[in-house]
C-alpha cells in the first residue's frame, strides 16, 4: 500500500530526473517524462524523428542521470548479433566455454539508429527487451536491473535500412518523437550548445532507488471501471473500419503499467481516465497498422486514436463503465 509520504517521495526524484534532463534537452518536458514514464514502467522507449533534434542526447542525458552501467550501441549494416548479446568463447586456460557479456549487458542501453542494422541483428534484442535475459548457446544470462533499452530511428535516409517488424515495435512500451524546439528554447541551445552535454550530468540517483520506485509503481492503485476503459480503447482500434491490425492485449497492459507510472510521477497514488488519455498516442500509435485505404488518404494513426477516445464513454466516479452501444 503506497502511503503519501511514499507517493511524494516518488514525484520528487522523479521531478529532480526531469529537471536534470532538462538542463540539456531544452523545451521538452512532455518528452521527457513521457521518457521517463517508460522507464519506471519496465518499459522501453523508441524515439524516432528527423536528424539533429536532439533524439541521443535525451537517451544520454536519462543514462547520465541515473548512476549505474550504460552502453551505446551504434547499429550498421555489418553489426552482427553476438556483437550485441556476446559470445562464448573457448578459454584454453581452463579448458571451457566462457561467455563474454556484449553491451546489452547494461541498465541503460543506448541503441542508435537501430533501422540500420538487420533483421537478424535487430532480433538479437526481442528476447532480452521482453524477459530481461539473453539465451546464448542454450545457456539464459540475465541482464542488470533495473533494465531499459532507449533505441533511435530517423524517419528519413531511408536507404540502406531495414523497417523494425511489429513484433519488435510491440516491445516498445512509448514511442516518442522530441520535434523541433520552439523560438526560446532554440535560441537557448544555441547560446549554451558549447557547454550544454549529458556528459557533464551528475548522477541524481542509482539504480536501487529506480528499483524501488519500479516496485512502487505496480502499488498505484486503478479503479475497476479503468479496466474495463482501457480494454474498450484497444477494442475501438480493432474494430475501426481504417485499421487493419489493433492493439493486442500487450499493448493494453502496456497502457496500465505505463498510466501507473505516469500518476506517481504527478504525485498520485492512483490513476485517472485522464491519464489513459495523455498516453493512448505513445503508447498505442506504433501498434496500430492502419488499411491500405488509410494510408493512401494520409489518416495517421494519432487520428483513429482520437477517434477511439472520442467513442468510449469515460467511467465515472463510483460507477461501472457505461454498456457498450
Known amino acids: 500500500m503506497l502511503t503519501p509520504a511514499h507517493v511524494q517521495g516518488f514525484a520528487q526524484v522523479a521531478e529532480q530526473l526531469a529537471g536534470s534532463i532538462g538542463t540539456v534537452v531544452l523545451g ?85 539508429e537501430i533501422n540500420r542494422a538487420s533483421p537478424k541483428t535487430q532480433s538479437a534484442l526481442l528476447e532480452v527487451m521482453e524477459e530481461r535475459r539473453v539465451t546464448v548457446d542454450g545457456v539464459p544470462h540475465p541482464v542488470p536491473q533495473p533494465f531499459l533499452v532507449v533505441a533511435t530511428q530517423n524517419p528519413v535516409e531511408m536507404d540502406g535500412t531495414y523497417r523494425l517488424p511489429e513484433a519488435q515495435l510491440d516491445r516498445f512500451l512509448v514511442k516518442l518523437a522530441v520535434g523541433y524546439p520552439d523560438e526560446e528554447a532554440e535560441i537557448e541551445v544555441l547560446r549554451g550548445a558549447a557547454g550544454r552535454s549529458p556528459d557533464a550530468l551528475e548522477p541524481v540517483t542509482d539504480t536501487t532507488t529506480i528499483g524501488e520506485m519500479v516496485r512502487m509503481a505496480h502499488g498505484v492503485h486503478i479503479a475497476e471501471p479503468l479496466y474495463a476503459y482501457a480494454v474498450r480503447l484497444a477494442a475501438a482500434t480493432r474494430d475501426h473500419p481504417q485499421v487493419r491490425v489493433g492493439v493486442s492485449p500487450r499493448g493494453v497492459i502496456a497502457l496500465t503499467r505505463a498510466a501507473s507510472a505516469y500518476a506517481l510521477i504527478h504525485g498520485r497514488g492512483y490513476v485517472l481516465p485522464e491519464d489513459f488519455k495523455e498516453l493512448i498516442t505513445p503508447v498505442f500509435a506504433h501498434r496500430v497498422l492502419l488499411s491500405a485505404d488509410a494510408q493512401l488518404r494520409g489518416v495517421t494513426a494519432a487520428e483513429v486514436l482520437a477517434d477511439a477516445v472520442r467513442s468510449v464513454a469515460v467511467p465515472l466516479p463510483d460507477q461501472r463503465v457505461p454498456a457498450a452501444p
Open 28 to 112: 521538452k518536458p512532455e518528452v521527457v517524462r513521457l521518457a521517463l514514464t517508460a522507464l519506471f514502467a519496465q518499459g522501453h522507449v523508441l524515439l524516432e524523428d528527423v536528424p539533429g533534434v536532439g533524439k541521443t542526447t535525451l537517451a544520454r542525458a536519462l543514462a547520465a542521470s541515473v548512476r549505474g552501467q550504460w552502453r551505446r550501441i551504434q547499429f550498421t549494416p555489418d553489426l552482427l548479433p553476438s556483437d550485441v548479446s556476446g559470445v562464448t568463447i573457448f578459454n584454453q586456460a581452463s579448458r571451457g566455454f566462457e561467455f563474454h557479456p556484449g553491451p546489452v549487458f547494461a541498465n541503460i542501453v543506448i541503441a542508435d
